[in-house]
């Protein structure tokens, strides 16, 4: 759980530290004056704005707003592309450009998987029931093939008697 938290502590942070990493990578392993165009340009508002957009959609999920924790998905995740845009930062010419391709393919795929996860937690096949031990889920009543259907379904309304005023 702790790494987890950790994560979820991380995710807002690497969107200033990764791009300060790829402008210092730059100037450490001397990348050249093309390669400086391309961190100022493109590398780094590209990062910044995808890792706030990624984080935000880990963020919004109510498991991981209510135990401060992403999944393990996002552990897997985030520690692959991370891995990846920090490699950029080296500037290795002989394999810079595939490691490139293979880190936007990374960052796609952590998209798609943060908008599964979304869109997993919030259908309504599942309550969270927030209690004090944790979370815990609730499924949904299934209907049964013979059982009344959700108009058929009896309606019990209660009604308040207004008491007349103490005089």
Do not use: C
Not at 11 to 26: D, E, K, S
């Amino acid at each position: 759980m702790w790494l987890r938290r950790a994560f979820f502590g991380w995710l807002i942070p690497a969107a200033f530290l990764l791009p300060l990493w790829l402008f210092i990578g730059w100037a450490v392993f001397n990348a050249g004056g093309w390669a400086f165009l391309w961190v100022l340009f493109l590398a780094i508002p590209g990062v910044f704005v995808w890792q706030l957009i990624l984080t935000l959609l880990v963020r919004a999920r109510g498991t991981v707003r209510a135990q401060r924790a992403v999944s393990w998905w996002d552990v897997l995740g985030f520690t692959v592309w991370h891995g990846l845009v920090i490699s950029l930062g080296f500037f290795v010419q002989s394999w810079w450009a595939p490691m490139m391709v293979v880190a936007i393919l990374a960052g796609i795929g952590l998209f798609w998987l943060a908008l599964w996860q979304l869109w997993s937690e919030a259908r309504p096949s599942r309550v969270v029931l927030h209690t004090t031990e944790g979370v815990a889920y609730i499924p949904p009543p299934q209907e049964s093939a013979d059982g009344p259907t959700a108009t058929e379904r009896e309606v019990i309304v209660i009604s308040e008697k207004q008491a007349p005023p103490a005089g």
